[in-house]
């Protein structure tokens, strides 16, 4: 099993910054894909952005430009930078990994195998 721990969630003003950490332990060695999930009641959960062990990337249309994800292999950990935050951005924050990097193309949660408990950011206009 992998077991997958965020953080970094919070309020921040629009404009404003925070970044996302998700901490992966357990069979880290079944994991290729990892990205960021989000989720607002009423609506699906969608893919904010995801990357695979050899560094390709994948963004949601709406995130491009602001936010950026990225991996440190030695600490187990993918980050996810958002920059120029929006109230539309509000949501819980998912982190979510998968064996299979073409994950990372495939805007559908049933797709990654692991989830972490997610995290709120909130971004006030």
């Known amino acids: 099993q992998v077991q997958l721990v965020e953080s970094g969630g919070g309020l921040v003003q629009a404009g404003g910054s925070l970044r996302l950490s998700c901490a992966a332990s357990?069979?880290?060695?079944?994991?290729?894909?990892m990205g960021w999930y989000r989720q607002v009641p009423g609506k699906q959960r969608e893919l904010v952005a995801a990357?695979?062990?050899?560094?390709?990337?994948n963004y949601a249309d709406s995130v491009k430009g602001r936010f950026t994800i990225s991996r440190d292999s030695a600490k187990n950990t993918v980050y996810l930078q958002m920059n120029s935050l929006k109230p539309e951005d509000t949501a819980v924050y998912y982190c979510?990994?998968?064996?299979?990097?073409?994950?990372?193309?495939?805007?559908?949660?049933?797709?990654?195998?692991?989830w972490g408990k997610g995290t709120l950011v909130t971004v006030s206009s």
């Open positions: 979510a990994a998968d064996r299979r990097g073409g994950s990372i193309w495939v805007n559908r949660p049933t797709t990654m195998d692991y």
């Open positions: 357990g069979s880290i060695f079944r994991i290729n894909a």
């Open positions: 990357s695979t062990s050899g560094g390709s990337t």
